[in-house]
């Protein structure tokens, strides 16, 4: 049973840093694709970032530089971390797994956690 729990969101300043991790249960690292999404309210969930079976990574356009992605495998914690924060990053944060390679899009990823609110004030 895949389970995926989130933690490390909270309040930050413009400029700040925040990193995220989320304790990974019940997956093969080498079959499954880990990602972040991030969602805001009326809006649809959005891409962050994600690591492949073979550690290939992407990151949406609005975080290159600003967020890193990493796995720690034998902690079994999935890591995101945010620097150089701005306050659209405000968002509710879900790190989601699917079983082979990365999709692209919320629709492809079949386990979520319950998420981590963000929140960047200016």
């Known amino acids: 049973q895949v389970q995926l729990v989130e933690s490390g969101g909270g309040s930050a300043q413009a400029g700040g840093s925040l990193r995220l991790s989320c304790a990974v249960s019940?997956?093969?690292?080498?079959?499954?694709?880990l990602a972040w999404f991030r969602q805001v309210p009326g809006k649809e969930r959005e891409d962050v970032a994600r690591?492949?079976?073979?550690?290939?990574?992407t990151y949406t356009d609005s975080v290159v530089g600003r967020f890193t992605i990493s796995e720690d495998t034998t902690q079994n914690i999935l890591y995101l971390q945010m620097m150089n924060l701005k306050p659209e990053d405000t968002a509710m944060y879900y790190c989601?797994?699917?079983?082979?390679?990365?999709?692209?899009?919320?629709?492809?990823?079949?386990?979520w956690g319950q998420g981590t609110q963000v929140t960047v004030s200016s």
């Open positions: 690591i492949d079976s073979t550690d290939s990574i």
């Open positions: 989601a797994a699917r079983r082979g390679v990365c999709a692209i899009g919320y629709k492809g990823y079949t386990h």
């Open positions: 019940g997956i093969t690292y080498s079959t499954y694709c």
